[in-house]
């Protein structure tokens, strides 16, 4: 009756499981998973949203424009510093990597993609009918990506490579190196560049050779973002594909790409019309975010000292951090212990793939006293079961 392309994977896992059991049963607990910008008390003027939609006089009109309004392209432009006729808005970049997914690849084709690193590529991937393979990053005081293992996952059935910058959960950047080097590889094998750059606007301990920002001179390449990030505004469905390379690929690109969006034409104008209040919003949320995420990192590295027996990752930005723990036990034992016996929440490495274990991924954007709290308890563990 339906499409092998759905995973349906629906039984919750020891830990979910868990987690609702003791919440059922009134535990307060401290999740340090939370990644939703909307639940973690940030400032966000209220009053200045709510007017930006209700003083939009276009509400009432609907003129489509396949890959966005002029005037909200040219708010993503001075944003990103890409002429707008290179801009197409999508309603997340969610929905950026499906429509590049179906401007690249037939079904069956490959994609590259970072491990560990976002677990959504899979499904992304396999609603389009595509298949991912994983290109690993490894670790020494930062990470880098395995060049030679990259270039050998290229064959004729790979499409697109994905480098996420920075990435989801390590945090790390391409460095400027890595990603001449990619420009010059995908180019030499005909294959695109997909750079997700959702977390740009989060810098935290970058090193200085990092790309902070990936454009394509030979591959075609596209770069993502989206308000979902950049304003702290994930339910406004805003994202965007900046479009860079070599001018006739990327104008062949560019009108496949609004065919695409014009066959959905996903986007709100609400939305679109809203947007230069919406950034501006979102510029007061994102200054206080980026001050939070170094003040909690901060508080986490003071709990894990050279005594502990447990280090956390170098961070260079985006909402997360990787403690590497002791591999007396598994991730699954580390984890149940750690909401059971102290009632937090944290994330397997295994969720994002990671070559080995024990990894726990903790989101740097919950509330200061909470974080540090549970940044506390996670250390106490350690110190009493290691
Ligand atoms: C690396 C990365 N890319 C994309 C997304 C999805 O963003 P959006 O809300 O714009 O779909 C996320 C969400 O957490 C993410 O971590």
Not at 139 to 151: P, Q, T
Not at 284 to 309: D, E, I, Y
Not at 354 to 379: C, D, H, K, N
Request: proline share 6%; with cysteine.
């Amino acid at each position: 009756m339906f499409s092998s392309r759905i995973r349906w994977d629906a039984d919750p896992n020891a830990v979910s499981a868990l987690a609702a059991r003791k919440r059922a049963a009134g535990a307060a607990l401290l999740d340090l998973t939370e990644s939703n910008p909307t639940r973690v008390g940030l400032p966000f003027p209220a009053k200045a949203i709510t007017a930006a939609f209700g003083a939009v006089g276009g509400m009432l009109r609907y003129d489509p424009v396949p890959a966005g309004l002029p005037a909200a392209r040219d708010l993503v432009a001075a944003r990103t510093g890409a002429a707008p006729d290179r801009i197409c808005l999508t309603a997340s970049t969610s929905e950026a990597y499906g429509f590049l997914f179906k401007l690249l690849a037939d079904p069956g084709g490959k994609i590259l993609v970072p491990r560990p690193s976002y677990p959504l590529f899979e499904y992304l991937a396999g609603l389009e009918c595509l298949r991912v393979e994983a290109y690993p990053l490894h670790y020494e005081d930062g990470w880098y990506a395995d060049r030679a293992a990259l270039e050998a996952a290229i064959d004729a059935s790979t499409r697109a490579i994905v480098v996420v910058n920075p990435n989801n959960p390590t945090g790390s950047y391409f460095s400027r190196g890595e990603a001449a080097w990619l420009d010059a590889l995908a180019a030499r094998h005909g294959v695109a560049v997909i750079a997700d750059e959702v977390f740009a606007e989060y810098p935290i301990e970058v090193r200085d050779h990092a790309a902070t920002a990936i454009r394509g001179r030979e591959a075609l390449t596209f770069s993502l973002g989206g308000l979902s990030k950049l304003a702290c505004l994930p339910q406004m469905k805003l994202g965007w594909i900046v479009t860079s390379g070599p001018g006739d690929l990327v104008e062949a690109a560019r009108g496949r790409l609004e065919w695409i969006a014009d066959t959905y034409l996903s986007v709100g104008a609400p939305v679109q019309d809203a947007l230069s209040a919406l950034l501006d919003a979102g510029d007061a949320a994102r200054g206080v975010l980026r001050v939070r995420t170094q003040t909690n990192l901060a508080a986490l590295r003071a709990q894990f000292g050279s005594n502990s027996a447990a280090t956390v990752l170098r961070v260079e930005g985006g909402w997360s951090a990787v403690i590497r723990l002791p591999r007396v036990r598994s991730e699954e034992s580390w984890l149940l212990e750690l909401l059971d016996r102290y009632d937090v929440l944290a994330q397997p490495g295994y969720f994002y793939d990671f070559e080995t274990e024990a990894y726990l991924v903790v989101s740097l954007i919950p509330e200061p006293a909470v974080f540090a709290e549970g940044a506390g308890r996670i250390a106490a563990m350690v110190a009493t079961s290691s």
